[in-house]
């Protein structure tokens, strides 16, 4: 007998149809004759429904109680679906994080996952029920409830699958899988069968939302395969698995786009060791995460520095620039919302040459500017303007043949 | 400093800004210079929002997952409060039932709480914290969640205060206090200053719907006063507590109507020993509350019980009192469900006389036939037909003189 995680996103128990539709997938898994855990998350909307409330009552809703006050979502979905799921004549029993002692760190909002304690689940298993568990969420040491961040409850599939020994993970959304590209920018996209740990965290990291990058890392460091599956129908899916010779014949796995990033130029700066560190570490202490850095060739002892950061932190990352400004001694600083970061990814890269040529090529002759390059072992990133995103996934989609078969 | 429990229900959280008023009183009390521990309900059509979800998803949603299910109303309303109280400048920790160990029976839905452990709270406390608990739940002892039945946190208040030793229980709600009875029925209603515990006792179970009947029966137990207060103003509201000479000046206190019941009577039962029990033994086997029963003087060898059950129960009580009709060999079966139930309580029928005359006598004036009686030592109840209701408790108001200063 195998033992199966399945997770269900919110769009998969988005009313109670759907959640009646998925306590039969569960059951038929069942009856198939595995052991079956299942995560849940919020209903969609719910999580958004929580915080709108949260900002009617307080400015600024964080911590620890805004973590007890979300958490509820996943609450209600286990309840429900494990009422449907005896309505249709099956046992089930629900968990939260603090009857299985999912311990994290104190990290409210943004919490990882320490340990977890299997006994409870084990037990319900072999006494024949389905485990329906709340993801998203964990207890800190103190008690306190915990949770995991946007796309969470993916992260506590793994972190069960890796607790439970279980034989697979499957993570059921609302796509058939995981894309070259969205198909929503690009109708030739096409959908992986395969994919290596190393490439999903890329594509996840870099604005592809089929799982939450903490997952992906999780699934690569024990090696657990993660299926992610359509919870609409019944295809085969994408697996997310260890990089075999197949995928190194494949140059560009897949294209993301990012819209999400605002870009800081600081001009005329001295060109002296350290002026970056005093540019950057009020930067990093206030929390906000610096992606693409591009600091241009020094000439007459003065330098430009151009950077990203989350368009939700443009305001916060200004005002500490303006500040350092002064004292740093600086020039004009601009900031620019409308820009796009526009990334391949592909494994292959590393026993290909030539890619990052291709890539510049191809944007170069539909007249589409780069401002900013930033590139990994298997990934190119650049910073496009955002009004050509679209037609820059288009193009390199063509160009690198990811709509063949 | 002095310890307060506050309750805060339903319509008193039912909106954010409801919440920031409850925010905004809480730390006007802790100003005053007492500890404060804030209780609160799910806000106000949220419990029937999840129970409706339920519904959805399966026919009989009852049992552990309800609970689950209905726990989160809380939990988010004291995610919500404390967020109100520290945007306010305030300090405020929430507590769920597992966090205090409020320590139940594993009766589902009707659980009954056997312990707290306040020790959590008393340290908050000392840290100049306000402390908000989650009401109506609680954790068996294999910390599976339950909940108290519908009004239960109002016994959570009173039960974290005995466990608190606190000074006060307040019970804040939408109505300033206890009345002679509902407003809505009757103008000339009149608030009480003072109740005694056997009195609002009764009123609770007879249909008033100010306070849980578990509630005053605890802090009946334990002498702690119990104030009912509005949430909306500054009045003094009702205090409930220990009899004093001042009551039992006081025939009649209140008057209640309960329209939730039903009626069935069974004809021509043969007059022997053991009857009744077969005909309310498997009633109570099926968890059906019987409350007034009246078997009239047997004629002939042959006698007719007629007793009432909660409406909603109605359906079944009469398929178990079909089956055993046959085995008893009874006649007819009939059922009315427009019937009221009206009451007058008061500790002072104990030392006054003719209550129960004055009380038919005002009935009969007006018309109004008595189908059934039943007396305790402090109270009088008679059913009769439902469209009368109004009129009776308007009458016997005015007959007992409550209106008036």
């Known amino acids: 007998m195998s033992l199966v995680v399945q997770k269900y996103g919110g769009t998969s128990v988005g009313d109670p149809e759907r959640i009646r539709n998925v306590a039969r997938r569960v ?56 009422l449907a799921i005896q309505d249709m004549g099956g046992e089930a029993i629900s968990f939260l994080a603090h009857q299985l002692h999912i311990l994290t760190d104190s990290s409210f909002m943004k919490a990882r996952i320490k340990s977890i304690d299997s006994t409870l689940i084990h037990q319900s298993l072999n006494q024949g029920k389905i485990a329906v568990v709340a993801g998203f969420q964990g207890i800190d040491p103190e008690g306190n409830i915990t949770t995991l961040g946007r796309g969470g409850s993916d992260t506590s599939a793994v972190a069960l699958a890796v607790a439970l020994k279980a034989d697979d993970c ?52 024990y090696k657990i395969p993660l299926w992610v ?32 990033e605002a870009k800081i130029s600081v001009r005329h700066l001295a060109d002296q060791p350290g002026i970056a560190a005093r540019l950057f570490q009020p930067i990093a202490e206030n929390n906000i995460n610096v992606d693409m850095i591009v600091q241009n060739v020094s000439e007459d002892g003065f330098t430009d520095i151009t950077f990203t950061v ?95 078969e």
């Open 27 to 82: 059951l038929e898994t069942q009856k198939k004759g595995h052991q079956v855990v299942v995560v849940v998350s919020a209903m969609s909307g719910e999580t958004n429904r929580l915080l709108d409330l949260a900002t009617k009552v307080a400015q600024n809703p964080v911590g620890r109680e805004s973590d007890v006050l979300v958490a509820t979502g996943e609450q209600v979905t286990i309840a429900l679906l494990s």
């Open 170 to 221: 499957e993570i059921y959304t609302d796509v058939d899988g995981v894309y070259t590209t969205d198909p929503r920018i690009c109708p030739e996209a096409k959908k992986l069968d395969k994919i290596s740990y190393e490439e999903m965290l890329e594509m996840a990291s870099l604005g592809s939302k089929v799982l939450q990058t903490r997952s992906v890392e999780l699934a690569a460091k």
């Open 229 to 260: 599956k359509s919870s609409f129908n019944q295809e085969e899916g994408t697996v997310v698995t260890q990089e075999d010779k197949d995928m190194e014949k494949v140059v560009v796995a897949g294209i993301t786009q990012d819209l999400n």
């Open 310 to 404: 989350p368009k939700l932190d443009l305001k916060k990352a200004l005002e500490i620039v303006q500040r350092q400004k002064n004292q740093i001694g600086s020039g004009k600083v601009e900031a620019d919302e409308k820009i796009a970061k526009i990334s391949i990814v592909g494994v292959g890269m590393r026993s290909h040459a030539g890619v990052a040529g291709q890539m510049f090529k191809t944007l170069a002759a539909a007249g589409i500017n780069i401002q900013m390059i930033s590139t990994s072992e298997i990934k190119i990133s650049v910073v496009i303007e955002q009004s050509l995103a679209k037609k820059a996934v288009q193009l390199l989609h063509q160009a690198f043949e990811l709509g063949k």
